[in-house]
């Protein structure tokens, strides 16, 4: 046979029982605490000894009838949340009648899956009869004879109309049961901004009320949006820190103290606790000329104020000038789409530093200017020799150069000095002169074609204009 899970799940209402390892102890206390739907709980006295442990299912009395719970802890636990609840153990207390038989379970099923068309119906109802309610979940007993009614209000509500009609409607006992916006955010629960499961839903037991002056106290924006919870109120997690916010407060200077100085008047601007910062401003209404000291300077300045000195500047002579806040690293930068982008321009940028920057070429003698905005020194160059020579020095057999090579004039490669422009050549009857280089020997000339002449255009118009003797021309 397999074994029983007798642990009960973790929640809200689990204590830890850290004395049920010690043998004999679940047996010196006859009273058993057990749980209901919801945060309903109850403390039942076993008087028949049955062997009970953390996780059976046991029917226990009710008024009418009997309710089905699962049993939470034992032991002499139990009397310590007897005496937290306030549950005195004179008092009259129900039993337990048996641990629960099948036959319980399946009728506790049943009533359990016509709780949510009850609710739905019940909302219906209520609003028929106008009432300003919100019906937020119905609990059946473990036999089917009763049923509680959980409603929200923000006035008192005479549901006396409404019981009538739903006991008529289900034929079962009816109990009304108000509960508040934080109870009813418990019970259904959810994730809170923070992104963890709700407070309420998950350990807390009972309900402080929270003010606006805890906010104050922590320096958070009074924005009833991001201060209200899922509930509509405010935040029960405020309250968490508060006191160690008030406690620190006490080790620094009040915020209505101003501080007079040679110059001007500083006034209370905003205040690091954690680092018992103080940052004081010249005019009381908004941030001008901010300086942030620490609180031993700020008492001391105040005390020199009580005795009729003023400081020269507000914070302490020859110290030194705050450095400049490090940037705070990304950790989600490596997972960044843009990543490998910004890599590949800093690669460029360095192979271009590294790049000694070439003079450009001006072909023609025209100048160009650097990317740096400066123009670049004008050096006088040499005139290349033209490539005839350059092959003449190559061969020193005395080869022929190439006839193209040897017809191309000699470049004129000096900055600064402007192209001559080109003049137009017009047909003559004479060769054109051919230039050659003074140093090197006149290599044959290349036979330059001489522009065909064009006919005589003065017969010549447009076609519609021209007489039948030119056309026939």
């Not at 008024?63 to 009397?79: F, R, W, Y």
């Not at 549901?159 to 009609?165: E, G, H, N, S």
């Not at 259904?188 to 906010?215: D, E, H, K, Q």
């Not at 990304?330 to 940028?349: G, I, V, Y």
């Amino acid at each position: 046979m397999e074994e029983k899970d007798h642990r009960c799940p973790r929640g809200k209402l689990h204590c830890f029982n850290w004395l049920e390892d010690i043998p004999g102890t679940s047996t010196e206390y006859d009273i058993v605490e057990v749980q209901f739907k919801n945060t309903r709980k109850g403390y039942y006295r076993n008087s028949l000894n049955l062997p009970l442990e953390t996780g059976d299912m046991v029917a226990v009395e009710a008024s009418p009838g009997h309710d089905i719970g699962s049993v939470t802890l034992t032991g002499k636990l139990v009397a310590l949340q007897m005496r937290r609840a306030g549950v005195k153990n004179e008092a009259e207390i129900k039993r337990v009648f048996r641990k629960a038989k099948p036959a319980d379970i399946e009728k506790y099923e049943e009533a359990r899956a016509r709780e949510n068309d009850t609710m739905i119906r019940a909302r219906k109802i209520a609003e028929s009869l106008s009432l300003n309610m919100k019906i937020g979940d119905v609990e059946y007993q473990g036999d089917g004879n009763k049923a509680i009614f959980y409603y929200i209000a923000d006035e008192r509500v005479d549901f006396r109309q409404l019981i009538k009609v739903l006991a008529d409607t289900f034929k079962v006992r009816i109990e009304m049961k108000q509960i508040g916006a934080r109870q009813e955010a418990g019970r259904i629960g959810g994730i809170g901004s923070c992104g963890r499961p709700l407070c309420c839903a998950s350990w807390m037991t009972n309900f402080v009320s929270v003010g606006t002056s805890a906010a104050r106290y922590q320096d958070i924006s009074l924005n009833p949006q991001k201060l209200a919870g899922q509930c509509a109120k405010l935040k029960c997690c405020l309250n968490f820190e508060v006191d160690t916010y008030v406690e620190s407060s006490r080790f620094l200077p009040e915020k209505n103290v101003r501080l007079e100085t040679a110059d001007s008047t500083y006034y209370h601007f905003k205040t690091d606790i954690f680092k018992k910062e103080i940052t004081y401003s010249t005019d009381k209404q908004m941030a001008a000329n901010l300086v942030t000291i620490d609180a031993e300077r700020a008492f001391e300045v105040i005390e020199m104020n009580k005795r009729g000195e003023k400081p020269v500047k507000l914070e302490r002579e020859g110290a030194e000038k705050s450095k400049e806040k490090a940037k705070p690293i990304d950790l989600a930068s490596q997972d960044d789409l843009t990543r490998f982008d910004k890599s590949k321009k800093k690669k460029k940028k360095k192979k271009s530093q590294g790049q000694p920057q070439s003079q450009p070429q001006n072909n023609g003698g025209a100048q160009q200017i650097s990317s740096q905005g400066q123009q670049p020194k004008q050096q006088p160059q040499k005139p290349k020799q033209p490539q005839s020579a350059q092959s003449h020095k190559d061969n020193p057999a005395g080869r022929q150069p190439r006839q193209d090579f040897v017809d191309r004039k000699p470049r004129n490669d000096r900055q600064g000095q402007k192209p001559q422009a080109k003049e137009r050549q017009q047909p003559s009857s004479g060769k054109p002169k051919e230039q050659q280089p003074k140093d090197n020997p006149a290599p044959k000339p290349k036979e330059q074609d001489q522009p065909a002449q064009r006919p005589q255009l003065a017969n010549r118009g447009p076609k519609a204009f021209r007489t039948p003797e030119q056309q026939g021309e």
